[in-house]
């Protein structure tokens, strides 16, 4: 599988100075590709993205407009087709849209009218979510003012743009701080995408509430009560997505609003059935789950692995496992077993580790195993 890099290539190089040479007079092709193409290969994505627009801001026009027309008339016809649609002699989109909108937030921020109607016009071709960010944070309630109509356009990518880009806590974007602090200017924009009729928009807003939840979890626990009122499936699986750090966490409005209330049970185990694990291997367990209560209830199980760090601590990750209904008197016996073997996201440590339940945002149990490490490392 080829590095995620390489979505930016000398190919896309190559193709975005063959229609700046015919869209900008007098412009120098080979001098063009070479200042990009003798660094690019060093470089991971973003960097790539960014060194494009450093060597396309020295090319193009100074003045805005001109600059501005030069951006617009390289870009691909819209299509409706895959996100992940390369570049051709038709013009410019997919990939190739990041250095490109760089360059106008860059050099756009005096004009947001211009620049934010072309940032809407890239994103039809890939997405500008990264680069209408700017534009927020220097002059936020004149930037929502004009992204708010966007929620009507045709364009399902224009209207995913909205969402998008104006999460405060976009993953490789620049930090909203005032929408962290106050999401309140947006929710009227969620709102209004809530029922979109394109999964890829409605997922969109479930990832900006779940943004917002980080920091406002009561505020996330309230609108989804009130969406959750008469929804549809595809409105109660936007609710889920968005809700499923604060289902993780056990946080109790949140649950409620999911119908799930306090757990009348009682827990035996979590019972190692493994209690020396070798790297690479897993760690098994059972449990008994019995229901003291007197009506039925519905329960949502996960488990928790406390892997032990470099210092010694004890860190818990949070696990989904299963969703159970029982009857009054019930008893239900599960088993499970973690694979703990290597991964890009975790590094593991040799010594005493544990595994315990959270039931309905409530934990039981706390059993321990011992992980040894091969050749005896940490």
Known sequence: MEPFKTNISPQLVSCIGGHLEMHLAGFERQLFEVEILEDLDTLELK????????VLDRHLPRGLTERFAVLEAMLH????????RGSDEAGIRGWGILPLAMVVSASGLDDFE??????????KRATAEFDVRPFLEKDQDRALAIMAP?????SVHVRRLVSEGTRPRLPWGLRLKRLVADPSPVLPLLEALKDDPEDYVRRSVANHLNDIAKDHPDLVAEIAARWLKGADGNRQKLVRHACRSLIKQGHPATLTAFGLHPPEI????????????????AVGFDIDVVSTGSRPQDLVLDYLMHFRKANGARVPKVFKWTKLSLKPGETVSLSRA????PITTRVYY?????????????DFGYSEFELVMPNGAE
């Open 350 to 362: 040799g010594g005493t580790q544990a595994v315990s339940l959270r039931i309905n945002g409530q």
């Open 266 to 281: 009682r827990v035996e185990g979590p019972r190692i059935l493994t209690p020396r694990v070798a790297y690479g291997n």
């Open 47 to 54: 960097q790539r993205g960014r060194l494009i627009a450093k």
């Open 114 to 123: 211009a620049s934010l109607a072309l940032l809407k016009e890239m994103t």
């Open 338 to 341: 973690q694979a703990i073997r």
């Open 77 to 84: 016809p819209v299509t409706e087709i895959a996100f992940d």
């Open 150 to 154: 966007w929620v009507r356009d045709d």
